[in-house]
């Protein structure tokens, strides 16, 4: 099976794709750009959206759901916005099809058009402020901490399975304060929630920091982000997290009555993580023998493979099997007896590696005899024979090494790649051949920056959030600058 | 708060309307149609999805997710399918909006025509069916156990909150069987896990039955439902299973090679209950002072309320509240302390009883002296006075004794609406003037059902799925039948 993923080093792109395919986590579906998300896929997904929610509520976030569909109107309301979201988007004009009259299938019906042409939501700012103006009067009503886990569409032109489609799966949280400090410091919450999950959960090193102002969410006045480094040296952007000011409450009139009794317009946040996390999650760790998943999201953790030549072998070792199969789900590990007779345990072997299983364990007759277990371990690809005797523990104990070595290996290749840089032919030399991550000085003009991106398809990744407090010339056009700022190209 | 709320007596669609605006569940959006569900009336929906999904899961069954749009032609594949559900729906035309060349707004792009038309999914089997025959080849891919949790649009021209929206939240299961009986077990075992899950779960009494061919859905053979009766007397449909044949594997080209090495068509169900179950656990329970909410799906099983009369004393019952809550939480129970000081007593009662929160406990300063709390109960309206003494483990029985008893409630309604008549007389009244369920005598034809619906708007709500064995004589033909069926005006 695994023979025939492309290697990483030969064509990355190709790899990644194969990888999506073979293990079983999505494919492309007949309608352009929309994928399908596999069971295994999903399984994945719903850890990850399972966490996430805990956390959102315990910070305080409540769910809702408002529609999927938005009034055209709607967009043009925030006049930075409609620039930014309403254009490549899918718009539903008519709400009736009929049979061909030449009884050739069904056709549009042209009399159902709609008076005006609804939306397919790319982002729900503008329905919810304005539902939240219903919702808002006095300081009493706020804050309001609200999140929805919902499906969003932008029509791309060039997808990728997870990392850019035009229907993809998120969660969007949208909240209303009283002021412009408690808005700010829900967005820095946020941003630190993304954080420990993505690093704790995912195994996943991420610089937290703040857009450029041509980096930044169509309407917001502060984008801060979470972004990772890929194995092939390029950025991703794993989450954002946008303070909007006044803006939408300004755009859908949302005004309260605050304790000294003066109408306000109300303080926004908006954030967001999508399906692109799982892109993130493959290529961070994952090989050239397939998917790598850290054991915390990992929905089987340990798999379980008998070897056996009849009948009476295989029922001696799925006796033991059993045994541990018990044990290991008293202790809340996520474990599975691969007993299927229609397949060879060399089969076996290269699905699960494939499909990133933790840890692999073997026992065959020879086993029994020793009272051993063979264990493999997909982050490592190391195997060893361990006795029976306090297999479990060894087990509880390994899953946790494994979730930290994911990390480190990850954060040891990020610093690997992360060259600071003091002038422009050194930059090229980076962005170009190395890959990774440039820092180096900008003046902070998006003249500056969008010069650097046509010359090197490099983008501000992100604003360190820490200050600088040393000055220096910029990289490009030698003018003073006060900050050092993470340069690369990215997904 | 209470007093705004419609009296059931005066006008039951009024109250409904009332109440789910009054109990913070949903609301009517900006978009025609489309609902906005409210935190609250979300947090009971993610209740239902959660216990539904652990129960799909013990079943076999695993979640993935298929795409929002289906290609128009997909729709006319399936003969019958296309006449159930291609022609009210919402249809994507273009994917690009523009400025407005006079300024004024956006307008969409003509230049971005889809050169196919999209449907907004009203029901996935087609997308799914195409997907399938790209997962399917041998026996050894069977039984695929697929469930989705998405949302769906049907173009409804009179809508109702939960009840009949344009877009809905649901899940939909779509199995694939090597075999008819398997595919039949499937839809049969479904329909136990829904009527498992709305008595013991929404405590809502239901008849497990098959749909008469009239109000089959759109592609089965066979449809499998569960029926509820409301308050008013009108049966409510809360779950469907449905036995496809082999329609979709037909009208998609889904064949596997068999054991015996034959290429078969496959056989499937698909089956889904939605949002509507919320409007069901509304019109099952509630009263006219607001929702009664069965324990088991209660986002808050237990509130308590201090009443004081200055800060000493205000203290000294929050002591004793945050000792209950944390003793409460320990065992499981979903507690709230509601020390707000924004609201008198009064007030939070009303709101509780009006959000449906099955027990109150109100402590004052003299229940302090005494030792004592006061309890209410939602679902009787009841007041006692009770020691502290063991309180928590009168509660944890309490919740238990309110599950049963809105069961039981729900259950001796349903029976004491249930008419069993052998006379079109005897009919007419049942269904003009008393309510409930008729079960009488059909022929078995379309025919009749359709005249019964012309004269008295009921529809024969199921076939009872055990077989009669007496003979009789057709309601309204007269002529020889062999089956009594559900009759009754419905939802």
Known sequence: MAKFLTKRSENYSQWYNDLVLKADLAENSAVRGSMVIKPYGYSIW???????????????????????????????????????????????????????PDGKGIVVDENAKLEEELIVRPTSETIIWDTYRKWIQSYRDLPLLINQWANVVRWEMRTRLFLRTAEFLWQEGHTAHATEQEAIAEARTILDVYSTFVEEWMAI???????????????????????ALMQDGKALQAGTSHFLGQNFAKAFDVKFLSKDNKLEYVWATSWGVSTRLMGALIMTHSDDNGLVLPPRL??????????????????????????IVKKLRSMGIRVRYDNRDTHKPGFKFAEHEMKGVPVRLAIGPRDLENNTVE?????????????????????????EVIQKNLFQKALDFREANTHYVDTW???????????????????????????????????????????????????????????????????
Chains 1, 2 share one sequence.
């Open 46 to 100: 719903e850890k990850i959206q399972r966490q996430l929610d805990d956390m959102f509520k315990e910070t305080g976030h409540e769910n809702a759901y408002f529609p999927l569909f938005i009034p055209k109107s709607f967009f043009s309301k925030e006049a930075s916005h409609v620039e930014g979201f309403a254009k490549e988007c899918a718009v539903v004009t008519h709400y009736r099809l009929k049979n061909d």
């Open 205 to 227: 090193p991420v610089h937290k920091g703040r857009k450029s102002a041509n980096e930044r969410f169509a309407g917001a006045l502060d984008t801060y982000c979470i972004e």
């Open 298 to 323: 990992a929905p089987v953790q340990v798999v379980i493979v008998p070897i056996y030549r009849n009948d009476e072998q295989f029922e001696a070792i799925s006796r033991k099997a059993n045994e």
């Open 375 to 399: 264990l493999a371990r997909r982050d490592t690809l190391e195997k060893e024979f361990l006795q029976m005797e306090g297999l479990e523990t060894k087990i509880e104990h390994l899953l």
């Open 425 to 491: 032919e050194e930059f090229k030399e980076v962005i170009e051949k190395k890959g990774g991550f440039a820092v180096a000085y900008w003046d902070g003009t998006s003249e500056t920056e969008e010069k650097i991106k046509e010359e090197t398809k490099a983008t501000i990744r992100f604003i360190p959030l820490e200050e600088n407090t040393e000055e220096g010339r910029c990289i490009y056009s030698g003018k003073p600058a006060t900050q050092k700022v993470f340069f690369a190209k990215a997904y």
